[in-house]
């Protein structure tokens, strides 16, 4: 079993900043990627940023610029950094992980940009 766990969601006004956190646990043998999401209410999940197996990371263009992800190995974790955030930011924020034909999901953080 592959637990994924996402933190640090939360409410911050337009040109904040937050900072999400992803743990993958259990039976992590390897990872072949890990990345990001979002679901806005009334629309499908889309890629905010992700890690391929190849080591590159690739970006929404939606978010280039104002967020960046980056990994710690050792502990199966990535970080999502994001910053001058906007209203249309606000969603629900999934991290996934994949390891060989399997994608595990966590179950999503919740991030509000509002005044």
């Known amino acids: 079993q592959v637990q994924v766990v996402e933190s640090g969601g939360g409410l911050v006004q337009p040109g904040g900043s937050l900072r999400l956190s992803c743990a993958a646990s259990?039976?992590?043998?390897?990872?072949?990627?890990m990345g990001w999401h979002r679901q806005a209410p009334g629309k499908q999940r889309e890629l905010v940023a992700l890690?391929?197996?190849?080591?590159?990371?690739i970006y929404a263009d939606s978010v280039k610029g104002r967020f960046t992800t980056s990994r710690d190995n050792a502990k199966n974790t990535i970080y999502l950094q994001m910053n001058s955030l906007k209203p249309e930011d606000t969603a629900v924020y999934y991290c996934?992980?994949?390891?060989?034909?399997?994608?595990?999901w966590g179950q999503g953080t919740q991030v509000t940009v509002s005044t």
């Open positions: 259990g039976s992590v043998s390897r990872l072949d990627g």
């Open positions: 996934n992980a994949v390891i060989g034909l399997s994608t595990y």
């Open positions: 890690f391929t197996s190849g080591g590159r990371v």
